[in-house]
């Protein structure tokens, strides 16, 4: 394959910025969609082995499309492979993994709250390696879209955070977010990058490899995995859109945008993830969750615009 018959997202290089802002809300909304479709299976299939499928499918589809490019882009993926080794680590197992573990540990109330702190770790850690500057509507915003999230986990109630149970799939949240965080401004950071399907496909695929220890275990420990049609549909699912797809929307979105503005838009996290959960699991629609929803937005737009301003 041509250098001018690039795969995936490069032909959108030349695009403006709306794209990338576009595509940054759209891969939470494929998050969002991912808890969604866990949510639903968790106790008729082992999560470690749904993650194995949702990183390794996605390596496994890509690969005929991308062999060329890989070939290509090897000697670039060989000069930076401490990039992706600790990038298969960050995504798909400290990122990945361990918020589908936690899942069957913690509630979804203190999901919510950790979930809410990724923007703002990657703000700090942007700052903290002189990729950013913070700047005063930035925190503002950060600070009134946090605010926003909190409202909606609680339900605008503040005694819930008194109340709230910490345990280990918390821990496995936190670890999780800062992850996420870590891989965001460490992709910035990349000087040399190969085709972006080739990235997310090297990612991915080491990803993968990470997780045989554990598909190991539960293949010793006999754990049932059976395939019936809404197991197959997920494994599906998380391996195109949650994974594959979100990986490069993303990627695009820190490009184009900066690793703070483009992980302001997961405070829509818990505003998607009701959405869905009202269109597909029947769960009401609250009060709290349209306040909370403007506060969101009301931050987000803060965090965004006005940042873009004070750049102008």
Same mark, same amino acid.
């Given at each position: 394959?041509?250098?001018?018959?690039?795969?995936?997202?490069?032909?959108?290089?030349?695009?403006?910025?709306?794209?990338?802002?576009?595509?940054?809300?759209?891969?939470?909304?494929?998050?969002?969609?991912?808890?969604?479709?866990?949510?639903?299976?968790?106790?008729?299939?082992?999560?470690?082995?749904?993650?194995?499928?949702?990183?390794?499918?996605?390596?496994?589809?890509?690969?005929?499309?991308?062999?060329?490019?890989?070939?290509?882009?090897?000697?670039?993926?060989?000069?930076?492979?401490?990039?992706?080794?600790?990038?298969?680590?960050?995504?798909?197992?400290?990122?990945?993994?361990?918020?589908?573990?936690?899942?069957?540990?913690? *509630? /979804? %109330?203190?999901? !919510? @709250?950790?979930?809410?702190?990724?923007?703002?770790? &990657?703000?700090?850690?942007? #700052?903290?390696?002189?990729?950013?500057?913070?700047?005063?509507?930035?925190?503002?915003?950060?600070?009134?879209?946090?605010?926003?999230?909190?409202?909606?986990?609680?339900?605008?109630?503040?005694?819930?955070?008194?109340?709230?149970?910490?345990?280990?799939?918390?821990?496995?949240?936190?670890?999780?977010?800062?992850?996420?965080?870590?891989?965001?401004?460490?992709?910035?950071?990349?000087?040399?990058?190969?085709?972006?399907?080739?990235? *997310? /496909? %090297?990612?991915? !695929? @080491?990803?993968?490899?990470?997780?045989?220890?554990? &598909?190991?275990?539960?293949? #010793?420990?006999?754990?049932?995995?059976?395939?019936?049609?809404?197991?197959?549909?997920?494994?599906?699912?998380?391996?195109?859109?949650?994974?594959?797809?979100?990986?490069?929307?993303?990627?695009?979105?820190?490009?184009?945008?900066?690793?703070?503005?483009?992980?302001?838009?997961?405070?829509?996290?818990?505003?998607?993830?009701?959405?869905?959960?009202?269109?597909?699991?029947?769960?009401?629609?609250?009060?709290?969750?349209?306040?909370?929803? /403007?506060?969101?937005?009301?931050?987000?737009?803060?965090?965004?615009?006005?940042?873009?301003?004070?750049?102008?």
């Amino acid at each position: 394959m041509s250098r001018d018959t690039k795969s995936g997202i490069s032909i959108l290089r030349n695009r403006t910025k709306p794209v990338a802002h576009a595509l940054a809300f759209i891969s939470v909304l494929l998050l969002a969609a991912n808890f969604v479709v866990v949510r639903n299976i968790h106790d008729q299939y082992p999560l470690t082995i749904l993650s194995l499928w949702r990183w390794g499918g996605s390596a496994l589809l890509l690969l005929p499309f991308i062999w060329s490019d890989l070939r290509h882009d090897w000697p670039i993926v060989r000069r930076n492979w401490k990039f992706f080794v600790i990038s298969g680590m960050l995504m798909p197992i400290l990122g990945s993994l361990t918020s589908y573990l936690a899942m069957e540990l913690t *509630v /979804a %109330v203190n999901g !919510g @709250i950790i979930q809410s702190m990724i923007p703002a770790i &990657v703000v700090l850690l942007a #700052w903290a390696v002189g990729l950013e500057r913070v700047k005063f509507f930035q925190i503002m915003g950060l600070g009134v879209a946090t605010l926003g999230v909190l409202y909606i986990v609680t339900q605008g109630d503040v005694a819930v955070l008194r109340s709230l149970d910490v345990n280990l799939g918390d821990l496995f949240l936190v670890i999780g977010a800062c992850s996420l965080a870590g891989y965001t401004v460490y992709y910035k950071r990349l000087a040399e990058k190969p085709r972006p399907l080739v990235l *997310v /496909a %090297v990612i991915c !695929g @080491i990803g993968a490899l990470y997780h045989l220890p554990f &598909v190991f275990y539960e293949f #010793w420990q006999g754990t049932p995995m059976p395939f019936t049609t809404a197991t197959t549909l997920s494994i599906v699912f998380v391996a195109i859109f949650p994974s594959l797809l979100t990986v490069m929307f993303l990627n695009y979105g820190i490009e184009k945008l900066g690793p703070g503005t483009a992980t302001a838009y997961h405070y829509f996290m818990p505003v998607v993830t009701a959405g869905l959960a009202f269109l597909f699991l029947n769960e009401a629609i609250a009060w709290f969750h349209l306040i909370g929803t /403007a506060m969101i937005l009301a931050g987000v737009y803060l965090t965004v615009h006005r940042n873009q301003t004070q750049r102008a």
